[in-house]
């Protein structure tokens, strides 16, 4: 019975816990015991005011990088940008089979104390080992701080909810009356970046209508973005394509979106109301880099498609288009045939056997919806004529 108590309770324990936010880094060692690197959370200050600063890190003591730390007497604690999660996700072992060494997975220098810090990385804490305690499972490393990189610009990359996310300014209430309002006024929606111009403005408009008050915060980003940040509790609410969707996700179907296939008015194609993978296989491509991946409908057919060039911006590849670079695939139509800098574009019918894009509205499923995200839902359904 005590074994059973002690378990439940060791599963809140790791419950409550991924809740609480963290940075997430990567810490390193190297010396005459050799490199190594591994992926934790639980770092923290210990005081700025000791001869030199100190700071803590726990390791699994399974990891071979406890041992190297402890023979090395050295590491390095590299706190990670948003933008690196790959970087992460190797030193956490996810693309083992991938890589036979996971420091090809980014560029090093070394730190005075010779411990491995990634070329770019928001801080990176260059640590003497001071003590060393295993409690229970991990060993707790205390580091004498001894040098220090700041990076002039970037965010943290967080761990909350299981799942990455980024930090976003929070403006202070005026008063406490002010923020109560504001916590049960407010409503956090995602969604990706190439249609989220076409929906969400006349969607925020009805919903301001119903309720002036109202606050609604955006997170704007592509498939992986929006996904993280619904794990993670930042948004309420997503649209999404419906591609790869979790299981403990509701989703409701909202809208569709046919490809189509865009052209600069001079292309030789363009001459064309409709064309086949066969006839854009013969000329360079400008691939949306994001899902949905388009170059599906040529991979389908047999074909490979040439790729000169991608971006994961919506306007950089309608651009690149406009300027003659290649043809594009898209789903999203914009009302203007231009591109940012006044070239002209032109849409044409694809002639393929493949579904179309499928817009939908997503949910955590253990999650009650709040009274503003009741609304929102409802607004949608009204919007894309979609029944209960």
Same mark, same amino acid.
């Given at each position: 019975?005590?074994?059973?108590?002690?378990?439940?309770?060791?599963?809140?324990?790791?419950?409550?816990?991924?809740?609480?936010? !963290?940075?997430?880094?990567?810490?390193?060692?190297?010396?005459?015991?050799?490199?190594?690197?591994?992926?934790?959370?639980?770092?923290? @200050?210990?005081? *700025?005011?000791?001869?030199?600063?100190?700071?803590?890190?726990?390791?699994?003591?399974?990891?071979?990088? #406890?041992?190297?730390?402890?023979?090395?007497?050295?590491?390095?604690?590299?706190?990670?940008?948003?933008?690196?999660?790959?970087?992460?996700?190797?030193? *956490?072992?996810?693309?083992?089979?991938?890589?036979?060494?996971?420091?090809? !997975?980014?560029?090093?220098?070394?730190?005075?104390?010779? #411990?491995?810090?990634?070329?770019?990385?928001?801080?990176?804490?260059?640590?003497?080992?001071?003590?060393?305690? $295993?409690?229970?499972?991990?060993?707790?490393? /205390?580091?004498?701080?001894?040098?220090?990189?700041?990076?002039?610009?970037? @965010?943290?990359?967080?761990?909350?909810?299981?799942?990455? +996310?980024?930090?976003?300014?929070?403006?202070?209430?005026?008063? %406490?009356?002010? +923020?109560?309002?504001?916590?049960?006024?407010?409503?956090?929606?995602? !969604?990706?970046?190439?249609?989220?111009?076409?929906? /969400?403005?006349?969607?925020?408009?009805?919903?301001?209508?119903?309720?002036?008050?109202?606050?609604?915060?955006?997170?704007?980003?592509?498939?992986?973005? %929006?996904?993280?940040?619904?794990?993670?509790?930042?948004?309420?609410?997503?649209?999404?394509?419906?591609?790869?969707?979790?299981?403990?996700?509701?989703? %409701?179907?909202?809208?569709?979106?046919?490809?189509?296939?865009? /052209?600069?008015?001079?292309?030789?194609?363009?001459?064309?109301?409709?064309?086949?993978?066969?006839?854009?296989?013969?000329?360079?491509?400008?691939?949306?880099?994001?899902?949905?991946?388009?170059?599906?409908?040529?991979?389908?057919?047999? /074909?490979?498609?040439?790729?000169?060039?991608?971006?994961?911006?919506?306007?950089?590849?309608?651009?690149?288009?406009?300027?003659? $670079?290649?043809?594009?695939?898209? #789903?999203?139509?914009?009302?203007?045939?231009?591109?940012?800098?006044?070239?002209?574009?032109?849409?044409?019918?694809? %002639?393929?056997?493949?579904?179309? @894009?499928?817009?939908?509205?997503?949910?955590?499923?253990?999650?009650?919806?709040?009274? @503003? #995200?009741?609304?929102?839902?409802?607004?949608?359904?009204?919007?894309?004529?979609?029944?209960?």
């Amino acid at each position: 019975m005590r074994v059973k108590s002690r378990r439940v309770l060791r599963n809140k324990f790791l419950d409550g816990m991924s809740h609480a936010a !963290c940075t997430v880094n990567i810490i390193t060692t190297d010396g005459a015991a050799g490199r190594a690197g591994v992926t934790v959370s639980a770092m923290s @200050s210990v005081s *700025a005011d000791t001869p030199k600063p100190t700071l803590l890190v726990c390791v699994h003591q399974l990891s071979p990088t #406890a041992q190297k730390i402890i023979d090395n007497g050295v590491f390095c604690v590299n706190v990670l940008k948003d933008d690196q999660t790959y970087v992460s996700d190797t030193f *956490a072992g996810r693309f083992k089979d991938v890589v036979d060494d996971k420091f090809e !997975c980014a560029e090093w220098t070394a730190m005075p104390s010779g #411990a491995p810090r990634v070329i770019d990385p928001l801080v990176g804490f260059d640590c003497e080992l001071i003590s060393s305690n $295993l409690v229970g499972t991990h060993h707790v490393f /205390l580091g004498e701080v001894t040098d220090i990189f700041v990076a002039e610009r970037g @965010s943290p990359l967080i761990y909350a909810h299981r799942a990455y +996310g980024a930090v976003s300014r929070i403006e202070r209430a005026s008063s %406490i009356a002010a +923020g109560k309002r504001r916590a049960q006024s407010t409503l956090s929606v995602g !969604c990706f970046h190439t249609f989220g111009p076409y929906f /969400l403005p006349e969607l925020i408009q009805r919903m301001m209508a119903n309720d002036s008050i109202l606050t609604i915060n955006l997170v704007e980003g592509d498939q992986r973005r %929006i996904l993280e940040s619904l794990q993670a509790g930042k948004t309420e609410l997503g649209l999404l394509f419906d591609l790869h969707l979790p299981e403990d996700l509701a989703v %409701i179907p909202l809208t569709q979106l046919t490809p189509y296939v865009l /052209l600069a008015e001079g292309h030789p194609l363009a001459k064309k109301q409709a064309l086949t993978p066969a006839e854009l296989v013969e000329y360079p491509m400008v691939l949306l880099d994001d899902p949905p991946y388009f170059t599906e409908f040529l991979e389908n057919a047999g /074909l490979t498609p040439k790729i000169a060039h991608r971006s994961s911006s919506f306007e950089m590849v309608r651009g690149m288009v406009g300027h003659g $670079l290649g043809y594009t695939l898209l #789903a999203t139509k914009p009302a203007s045939p231009m591109t940012y800098d006044g070239r002209a574009l032109v849409s044409r019918r694809l %002639i393929a056997e493949a579904e179309p @894009s499928r817009v939908v509205l997503i949910w955590r499923k253990s999650t009650k919806l709040s009274k @503003s #995200a009741e609304q929102f839902l409802s607004i949608c359904r009204e919007f894309f004529g979609v029944s209960d």
